[in-house]
């Protein structure tokens, strides 16, 4: 009997997916193993019957649940329950489904916010009102899938990288379970380090690193130590995959931006990486936009309304004029 | 498998049925991108008397993206797409170039396209391959369990064999030279975060040839196993006749996927042309109260906004097939060969639906020409890629033809730099009053007198997947 395997994205972009397909010739090893019985980007199994003929939502049974995304309305949290009431393992595949990942930015707005933005004041749109049938309610922010439903298995990633996604499921056909890197970025990181002191504020990226093009990384300096902000030291490991690269945004020379999540899965990215900034003797007040260090993990409370009450590690909005 | 868990109860929910029989549900739309609804309303005698797509969710971009400092957007709005993740990080630059009145070196403009159409390469094989094929390989009819590249790999394993291989081609190219395939970070405002060196050059040049050869292979495999093969019937699924807007080469009107005028033609062929910065002087969006996506429509006709079949009013189309309608020529040889055989068949414009998957093959070829020609250049190693950019106030609009349509980025910033005001219009946001209207013209076609069956929706959906959105 081939393992099955149910997955929905939910609050989402698609790109977990695709990593999935970007495993190459293991994708199709893989489907000698595995029997999908739900799949809505490569397989056509409906909520209301084939014939749309049913009037709830319905997740056929699977050994393996895999949901990407976060969840923004009452019918992503249905979908979200459903799998995890016919599935034995719920996977939460990539960053949104982990911590909120980018669309949970929208926790610092109000529905209201967005809806007068998008619908009424866009510089093309007819003005009207914001839609109201049959379309689902939003809920009050974007949640993580562990916020609302109990996840067996975390696989972090903007989108996770294809090695990992591969043996995730080779590890889960074992019967074992998987396990995510427990490093940071920097940890994994080869560029050179020289130590504390040189650099007391954070320049913006708008000019390029400092870096010699036909040399090795190892030769480059650290990004952060040149100034740049760096999100390698509060950021899980795990976006070079398996086999020896080093973090993607670093081999472009771009400096990371936290798309894996905090290093521990209840780790705070932004009170982390303030810390490592003030202990390193970097005036943090350099960061031009503080609420960003948490552009990926705004779920489970972190990022909330402007308006609300500051919550536990949020900034302040705090925006330095640019440095010229 | 290792533990066993209890399985939880399962939640009961609220009706979707809209209190009546008389409504068909379609959901998830699959084999698509995005997250969509198809209701078909049928009358007392079981003949369809509305369709309607709806779109079910939207995540705020343009709100979130407020105040924050425009150099880092484009590293946040690829979030809005992971299938064309590349065409939103250059969009975005381009319009934070145009805030901080930044200029691009030439070749860091290069490195930007070349990615860019590369990515159009792998996002065309996805299209193609995994999602539409399975419909006229396998069957609209066949069983809907093994309806799909899994049933592909069982019933033509080499021929799977061979398209994973290229994606996973594509997608390795673009990783070793780029970074992150998926979520790029290496388009910057002012250029390109690093140059390109010759080994690298070699390298590419090696696997764009193999994806230019798969290419050829593909538009034969698809004239001759798909389109010859398939019905008439299935040929006029979705048929409609609308407007084109796509993007051409301002010296000869040439197909282009990365910068130029916006031509946005009428269904009889008569077309504006007007530059990026322009747009909202053509284009006007729609909304209605069933669904979250708007309806963008050409404002600039003076003819308001309609859906109704037999007369639309302002409706056009994106995509491959828009863009091969709307250029006069392709400036690349084996693209160009296809482009005149297919406008000799099927005329200019061509309006048939399911002409999107023949134009897709087309702009595949082009794709993979265009890749080979940029790393040909013989500066394209040069080493000055980005220039500096100083944050401050304007405003920028970035477009590039991303795989579904025309994508536009419309930021303006304040003094810092920061993001005050956003406004997209993304490719497929473009086909959705198009996309609602062949899906209703197909069930019109297809559902009569209450008879309904599994592969007669799946062909309804069919008009929803010509258009990739």
């Not at chain 1, 810390?275 to 779920?299: C, E, K, Q």
């Amino acid at each position: 009997m081939p393992v099955t395997v149910a997955a929905e994205s939910l609050s989402s972009c698609a790109g977990c997916e695709i990593s999935m397909l970007n495993m190459g010739g293991l994708f199709l090893e893989l489907l000698k193993e595995i029997r999908i019985v739900h799949m809505p980007l490569l397989f056509d199994h409906k909520y209301f019957g084939q014939a749309g003929e049913e009037n709830f939502i319905g997740i056929p049974e699977a050994d393996i649940g895999i949901v990407s995304g976060g969840i923004r309305n009452e019918e992503q949290l249905e979908v979200a329950l459903k799998v995890r009431a016919q599935c034995r393992i719920l996977v939460a595949l990539g960053t949104c489904a982990t911590h909120g990942g980018i669309p949970a930015l929208m926790n610092r707005y109000s529905d209201e916010d967005l809806f007068r933005r998008y619908y009424r004041t866009s510089e093309t749109t007819e003005a009207a009102a914001p839609p109201n049938e049959v379309v689902p309610r939003f809920l009050d922010r974007t949640y993580a899938l562990d916020e609302k439903a109990r996840v067996d298995v975390y696989m972090a990633g903007c989108p996770p990288h294809p090695d990992y996604l591969g043996a995730m499921f080779q590890t889960l056909l074992d019967g074992q379970w998987p396990e995510m890197p427990t490093k940071s970025v920097c940890d994994t990181c080869p560029t050179r380090r020289e130590g504390k002191g040189n650099v007391q504020k954070i320049r913006r990226f708008t000019r390029s690193a400092r870096f010699q093009n036909e040399k090795p990384l190892s030769e480059m300096k650290c990004l952060l130590e040149q100034g740049l902000l760096c999100m390698g030291p509060v950021t899980r490991a795990g976006c070079a995959g398996l086999h020896g690269n080093v973090p993607m945004c670093i081999s472009a020379r771009v400096p990371c931006r936290g798309c894996f999540g905090p290093v521990k899965q209840d780790g705070n990215q932004l009170l982390d990486m303030l810390n490592a900034l003030a202990s390193n003797g970097i005036d943090v007040r350099s960061i031009p936009d503080r609420h960003s260090l948490l552009r990926f993990s705004g779920a489970h409370g972190r990022l909330i309304r402007a308006s609300g009450r500051s919550p536990k590690g949020e900034g302040r909005d705090v925006r330095s004029p640019a440095e010229h | 498998m290792g533990k066993a868990f209890q399985i939880e109860p399962a939640d009961t929910t609220q009706n979707h049925g809209e209190g009546a029989r008389k409504v068909i549900n379609i959901q998830p739309v699959t084999r698509i991108e995005g997250h969509a609804r198809i209701a078909v309303h049928l009358d007392d005698e079981g003949n369809v008397a509305d369709a309607r797509v709806h779109i079910m969710s939207m995540r705020g971009f343009e709100k979130f993206i407020e105040g924050r400092p425009a150099e880092e957007v484009p590293r946040i709005v690829t979030r809005i797409c992971g299938i064309c993740p590349w065409q939103h990080h250059v969009a975005s630059s381009k319009a934070v170039d145009g805030c901080f009145g930044a200029s691009v070196p030439s070749v860091g403009r290069k490195l930007r396209e070349l990615m860019q159409v590369m990515a159009h390469i792998n996002d065309k094989i996805l299209h193609f391959f995994f999602l539409a094929a399975p419909d006229f390989l396998l069957g609209s009819d066949s069983e809907y369990s093994v309806r799909n590249i899994m049933g592909i790999a069982e019933k033509s394993p080499k021929l799977a064999e061979k398209v994973v291989q290229m994606r996973y081609l594509g997608q390795m190219m673009m990783e070793r030279f780029a970074g992150k395939a998926i979520h790029p970070v290496a388009v910057v405002p002012g250029g390109f975060s690093k140059p390109m060196v010759e080994s690298e050059r070699q390298e590419l040049l090696a696997g764009s040839r193999q994806q230019l050869e798969f290419a050829r292979y593909a538009m034969d495999f698809a004239k001759s196993r798909v389109f010859s093969a398939t019905d008439p019937t299935t040929k006029r699924i979705g048929d409609i006749t609308t407007g084109f807007l796509g993007t051409v080469n301002p010296a000869d009107g040439s197909l282009n996927l990365y910068e130029g005028l916006l031509r946005l033609m009428r269904p009889d062929g008569s077309f504006h042309e007007f530059s990026s910065r322009e747009y909202a002087d053509f284009i006007g969006e729609h909304v209605e109260p069933w669904s979250y996506g708007k309806f963008p429509f050409a404002h600039a006709w003076g003819e308001g906004f309609s859906m109704d079949l037999e007369q639309p009013r302002g409706v056009y189309r994106t995509n491959c097939l828009a863009r091969i309608n709307v250029a006069d020529c392709i400036d690349t040889p084996l693209a160009q060969a296809e482009l005149v055989e297919f406008r000799s068949e099927f005329g200019r414009p061509a309006q048939s639906t399911m002409l999107y998957h023949r134009a897709r093959l087309i702009e595949l070829l082009h794709a993979c020409e265009k890749v080979v020609e940029l790393l040909e250049s013989p500066d394209i190693t040069d080493p000055r890629v980005r220039d500096e950019v100083w944050p401050r106030a304007g405003r920028g609009v970035g477009c590039v033809e991303a795989p579904r349509g025309t994508l536009i980025h419309d930021y303006s910033t304040d003094e810092s730099g920061c993001i005050t005001r956003a406004n997209l219009i993304v490719g497929t946001t473009h086909n959705l009053a198009p996309i609602n209207m062949s899906v209703k013209k197909a069930a019109r076609d297809l559902i009569q007198n209450g008879k309904v069956d599994e592969g007669l929706l799946n062909r309804v959906e069919m008009a929803v997947r010509a258009y990739d959105p």
